[in-house]
């Protein structure tokens, strides 16, 4: 048993948000009490105690979207690297080359170095969308053998295109199919699996046909109409919008998380609401690729489930939450929206997707709910009550504030330091493999 008391403990529990001097008690995974630091110690005498010394106690981040595939791309510069003046050519110019190469070794310590950023920056839980054209059988794994080490929860996924041919396809769609059957026998909620898709532009309708013959009931992982291209392709290919030929081919539902969602009207929107249907918001990738705003408030306004992610920009979520409060503001010309909707996806809606996939509640302390726990190092310069727990987190916090970082109710990080791995012996290796792969892009 473990109390991490002796801090200010904002709970995400309606019932109560606020703890002064709290506590949590963890055991087996699990948290199992909380309340004021006196009481749960008397309680509790024999429980390992951290002191999070006047911190801030709460749950865990998740990320609803990221590629870990991109983890190598940071500082490098291709020799005949071309000027890409719109996302199409972002992705021929750049990505497409890169997860081309990509091989196991890449995939690892790409897996390694993304799940320890966000560690680091207090993500317990991650939805991975994974490409690697250049060696697709296994790389699941690989990627899950990682985060298994680094003890960290995630859904993977692989990104089934016909832009490689059919045979890369159809490696994809195994690569799906036999990971969602890996991890279901795992019999644990630390690993989960996604079904898969690029977008619609680089999909046939017989490769969805296999896919979601596949997928044998499971929810997908797509990229929806994120940029301009992919709305013509649907258009001039098949006549109908990306909403409205993904629901055609019976990808759409509670359990399949629509990613991006820019280029879609309201009759798509309704789509996605009747479905249940689960939208993810990137807002740093979306303006660093201009490929536009997704109309966020007037989805969450029509109740579709909307969640944060980063598309592997960043692994800080408190980044993406202070990017998307401005993002809306400054779209919509009106600096009084978006105050509570991107709080709302961040901290609670990302929450309510896990309770898609995962067993127990996570986002939220609480009596039951999985124990996936930061300590976050703010002392809050102005009262901190109740009504304004959003407003310290949006100006107050950053990623790199986080201290500890529990998960599963085992500390990954403890006082800055990461408990499962050799942080520098890992960094090194990857900056070894960075180098090799950079000359084969």
Known sequence: MILIGNGTVITQDDSRPLIGSGCVVVKDGLITDLGTTRDMKEKYPRGAFYNAAGRVIMPGLINAHGHIYSAFARGMTLKDSKVSKNFTQILENLWWRVDRALDLPEIEYSAYVTYIEGIKNGV?????????????????KTIADAARRLGVRTSLCYEVSDRDGIEIADQGIRENADFIAYAKAQNSDMIKGLFGLHASFTLSDKTLEKCTAAANGAGFHVHVAEGIDDLYDSLKKYGRRVAERLHDAKILGPQTLAIHCIHINAREMD???????MVVHNPESNMGNAVGCAAVLQMMEKGILMGLGTDGYTTDMLESYKVANILHKHNMGDPSVAWGETARMLLRNNAQICARHFEKPLGILKQGAYADIIVVDYDPPTPLTEENINSHILFGMTGRS???TMINGVFVMKDRVLQTVDEAEVTAKARETAAEFWKRV
């Open 124 to 140: 317990t839980t991650v939805y991975d969308h994974h490409a690697s054209a250049g060696h697709v059988p296994g790389s699941l």
């Open 271 to 277: 789509i996605l609401k009747q479905t249940d249907t």
């Open 402 to 404: 986080v201290v500890s």
